[in-house]
């Protein structure tokens, strides 16, 4: 089963005599047949699955992942506490507001700084922003992979807008680089909030209304996505799932809800959770987070409190560990991040939601058919640069 | 609404009529919008620009940046030691330069809203040598050696009247000793005079 690193030294040794050894051989020459699904396919991203199939059946699903390996735990190492979310953001910059968050938390905690109240919200309101562009590129992308490409374009209309009040906020619309250790970096204008005000009527009154009609209930889709994938509860504690498809198999775990950080403890939402634990109830979850999500901007708008919106972080952090928890768009990511009194960061180790669900996928897709392969791969809502780091 | 709706339609059939004939005119399907100066929003992060007198040479953007492409040129001058000079091949444009630069209340180093960077038969050469340096470098400099000259001035002055009165105090206190041997009691405030004079050619 693919490359395994030996613990004694860096030697890598690669396993590949299970699949071609002994009776096997004649057997796979005869009925299976390997697919390479990826890395030029068009839903599968910079990734590969190998696929063995039985006619029409999937065998076995073995992930090769790599293509987009940026070495960013190592390159915040050579940075400073303040200049190294330029690296945690590049984890995935769908939504980048998320990592840079949880890794500034982690560094306030090992300072002991207090951010101010408005940075806390500022936060919030830019974390559900990242988590609504995010969901939406998901929607897009899961009815992508069935063959229509509409919605995709339509979600792209409606975060285009929040992008717009991303740049206007922080200058850039993607990799914004806006969260810095001891609170935000720019101030929250009063233009920001009419343009984030006005990306989220956008949403709740045109795309939202537009979107239920044509593909929510849509017939076509459910023949596609119900009851393919199945999790039961237990075992989707038990592979590790995490994020939209962990609260799809029934369990109401969010960061948001049971470790509140920045201004959530603060604000009324619920957790959206779903008890069929196929692909579509997936899709519905992250649909209805989606609506939850424009509801938290709103309070979170109504609530900002006066003051200031940064406090000065020190240079030289002393000693000390911290490890935090955020709920990201595509679930929990963990960071743990080590300071020995230097000016950056000794050591962060980012535990990423969509690798967890990536290694949950050959679970689920064994005696599959072969159609099923993509519909299962985009409900787990997975991102490659997330995966890879 | 339908009379409402009615009155509309001629200003809607003028609109398209107007944008048709536009279309057919103009010369090309795509516009050339780089050069049409659209403004963008506030806080973009654009092209440098890097004001030489207001820069004080601490070197904190160039240790603040994230991808290492802030150098610090030496000027030759004292008072802005160095000034940055910024690699924009291979500059994110992320802003934490304009961050950590200390000068209060306008930043010697800032982000602008020009993005467009146009280089025209582009070569590798051609890129790497691409930098934003300080616009009003001569300037500064020439304004930092007038001001080190007068300061050297000054210090030469404040020499010559410490000697002035060095030599001063020194006569004096030669004049002073042949009194002193007949008056012993006025030593004391002959002495604090002196000693004032000392302190003034000083300053």
Sequence with gaps: MGNSISLAGYTFVVEETKE??????????????????????????????KVW???????????????????????????TWQNAIVNVERACFIDNFGTMTGYSIAAEKIAGVEVP???????????????????????????????????????????????????????QRIATASIVP????????????????????????????RYTEVFIDNPTLKLRSQGIGVVPKEKAVELGLAGPALRASGV??????????????????????????????????????????????????????????????PIKVPPGEAYVNVEWARGCFGFHLISDGGTGPYRLKMRAPSFANLWAMPEMMKNVKLADVPVIFASLYMCHGDIDR | MEAKDALKIPFEATK????????????????????????????????????????????????????????MVPTGVKK????PKVRANECMFCGLCEDACPTKPEKAIKLTDHYSMILEDVTWDKLTEYVFEPENLEEALEKAKKMEELL????????????????????????????????????????????????????
């Design chain 2, 16 to 71: 398209k009529v107007i944008r048709v004939t536009k279309a057919l005119f103009a010369p090309k399907a795509t516009e050339i919008w780089w050069d049409k100066g659209i403004k963008r929003e506030l806080h973009y992060r654009g092209k440098h620009i890097i004001n030489a007198e207001l820069c004080i040479g601490c070197g904190m953007c160039s240790r603040a940046c994230p991808v290492n492409c802030i150098d």
């Design chain 1, 20 to 49: 071609v050894s002994g009776e096997d051989l004649g057997l796979l020459q005869e009925k299976l047949l390997q697919l390479n699904w990826g890395v030029q396919h068009p839903a599968s991203g910079p990734m590969r699955l």
């Design chain 1, 117 to 171: 109240k408005k940075a806390d919200y500022v936060r919030t309101i830019l974390c559900e922003g990242g988590r609504i562009v995010s969901h939406l590129i998901g929607l897009g992308g899961f009815i992508g992979v069935l063959g229509v490409h509409t919605p995709m374009q339509w979600a792209l209309i409606a975060r285009e807008k929040f992008l717009d009040a991303f740049e206007v906020y922080s200058g």
């Design chain 1, 252 to 313: 109401a775990s969010d960061v948001r809800k049971d470790y509140p950080y920045t201004a959530y403890g603060e604000l009324d939402f619920r957790v959206v959770t779903k008890e069929e634990g196929d692909a579509y109830a997936r899709y519905l979850v992250i649909w209805e987070e989606l609506i939850e999500s424009a509801k938290i901007i709103r309070q979170a708008i109504e609530g900002l409190p006066e003051g200031e919106w940064r406090t000065k972080f």
């Design chain 2, 152 to 203: 050297e001035k000054k210090k030469q002055e404040a020499l010559k009247k410490k000697q002035q009165a060095q030599q001063a105090k020194a006569k004096a206190e030669a004049k002073k000793e042949q009194p002193s041997l007949e008056k012993g009691k006025e030593e004391k405030p002959q002495q604090g005079d002196n000693s004032q004079k000392g302190s003034k050619g000083e300053e």
């Design chain 1, 182 to 209: 001891g609170g935000v970096r720019y101030e929250p204008t009063g233009k920001f909030i009419e343009k984030m005000i006005s990306a989220v009527d956008f949403l709740e009154k045109e795309f939202i209304p």
């Design chain 1, 53 to 79: 199939v039985d006619g029409d059946e999937v065998v076995k699903v073995d992930p090769d992942i790599g293509y987009v390996l940026r070495l960013l735990e190592k390159l915040v190492e050579y940075r």
């Design chain 2, 80 to 83: 802005p030691r160095a000034v």
